[in-house]
């Protein structure tokens, strides 16, 4: 198994554990509630909190992002996407073609969210 089917096994094991398996790793474009929604790297972030670059779900015209850090409580825990910005960037970008999503649609996805009022 080499590195990225790892990873995605290791994303899908997450998934499970955080939102319901048909919103997430669609082949088709994914639509949540009649909205789009996107891989967001939150360029912002200090990896060092979470030993990484943590993904986040942005759904389009809702406010603000999800970022995937998992809840202790229920022995979740973050998603790393890479050591590195453009590392974390690239596996995003790949993630949301694999959905159907476009870097032009997910810029509007995430433009869309920082518009709506909290």
């Not at 509630?33 to 993904?55: M, S, T």
């Not at 790393?80 to 970008?93: D, K, M, P, S, Y």
């Amino acid at each position: 198994m080499n590195r990225l089917d790892e990873w995605r096994r290791d994303q899908q094991e997450h998934a499970a554990q955080m939102l319901p398996q048909e919103e997430l790793f669609t082949e088709e474009v994914p639509m949540t509630l009649n909205r789009r929604w996107c891989w967001y790297i939150a360029p912002a972030q200090d990896p060092k909190e979470h030993g990484g670059f943590v993904p986040s779900l942005v759904r389009e015209d809702e406010p603000g992002h999800r970022p995937m850090t998992g809840d202790p409580a229920k022995l979740q825990t973050p998603w790393i996407w890479g050591n590195t910005l453009t590392e974390a960037q690239e596996i995003a970008r790949q993630q949301n073609e694999r959905l159907g999503i476009t870097d032009d649609d997910a810029a509007d996805i995430v433009a869309s969210s920082m518009r709506k009022p909290r």
